[in-house]
């Protein structure tokens, strides 16, 4: 098991990254772990995400209530990140951003066309109606019973979910679903029929596979360390 800080510090790149791909809506996107049982890190709420430092990710319970935070940093997105993390043990990250492209997709056909390879290693993408936009318990709940046993979560005029087992699994389903979202909606302004690729193809999720996982990681963490 991956000692505390060292997961508050991969935390924390991965909020670089989300603020890096323009993912983070200001302030208003929401990152969540597993620590352990019930308990959670997220991050606080009113710190710029490229900003936020180890010690200042807080430490809540699926309730909402604060176990550990520093000078009174409030959380952010509890409710949401609690009811998936309850539900679904066989999570341990959740990511809510306000995408862009998934919004567009929400809006437009409901659902992501595999066409192309990225669109299958995520795994499943559902779709959830517009509801609640400040996503209330009830809505948390209604959300969570949408994405069922989904690794993703388009919402309808809202943006995306993603999960993983962890904060490098989540993060690259979270740079694929993007790619494959752009893609997607690059061809439907194109004329002429579009070709999706079969849900028995070949490729099927790999984000659950440390072989995998571990290189592409490696290799975002160089590429944005190249930037700085």
Known sequence: MQHEQDLREEFCFVLKMIAYWKLDDLIFSHVGLRLENDVMLVNPLNRLFASVQPDELVKVNSQGEVLESKAGLKPTGVKLIGSILSARLDIGCVIHTHSKNAITIGAKSNRLMTLCQQALIIGPTNFHPYGDPAIGPTEAQKVTNSLGRANNLILEHHGLITTGKSLKDTLLRLYF?????????????????????????????????????????????????SLL
């Not at 690729?197 to 975002?220: E, K, M, N, R």
């Open 177 to 225: 679903f993007e790619y494959a979202a752009d893609l997607q909606i690059r061809t439907l302004s194109t004329e002429g029929p579009t070709k999706e690729l079969s849900q028995d193809s070949a490729f099927t999720p790999v984000l659950d596979t440390p072989a995998y996982i571990d290189p592409a990681w490696d290799a975002l963490k160089s590429r944005f360390d």
